[in-house]
């Protein structure tokens, strides 16, 4: 199993991105997808989690500006981020609970983005 994240990048302040990651190989279901974040000298912390059936939770950070959505049937996870600040930048990972030949949480490979002030 593999999660490929992408969409980060460059943006000012005040601007937005859509990130994107999709689950690929032997997948029979997948529960809890997330997004989280590490800054330099910092923990990763969860962004955004969404369950199977939509439930959604996130960050006191980013609420109010980020939304988590999936597409179950292309087992993909989306982070849209709006009014983007410089303390959100950071390389953002995806997360996901995937029952394949187990059950077990993967990572995709992080994806930068970084906000201009």
């Known amino acids: 199993v593999q999660l490929q994240a992408s969409g980060g990048g460059l943006v000012q302040a005040g601007g937005s991105l859509r990130l994107s990651c999709a689950a690929s190989?032997?997948?029979?279901?997948?529960?809890?997808m997330g997004w989280y974040r590490q800054a330099p000298g910092k923990e990763r912390e969860l962004v955004a989690r969404i369950t199977k059936d939509g439930t959604t939770n996130y960050a006191d950070s980013v609420k109010g500006r980020f939304i988590i959505s999936r597409d179950n049937a292309k087992n993909t996870v989306y982070l849209q981020m709006n009014t983007l600040q410089p303390e959100d930048t950071a390389v953002y990972y995806c997360?996901?609970?995937?029952?394949?030949?187990?059950?077990?949480?993967?990572w995709g490979q992080g994806t930068q983005v970084t906000v201009s002030s």
């Open positions: 997360n996901a609970y995937i029952g394949g030949s187990g059950w077990y949480h993967h």
């Open positions: 190989g032997r997948i029979f279901s997948i529960n809890d």
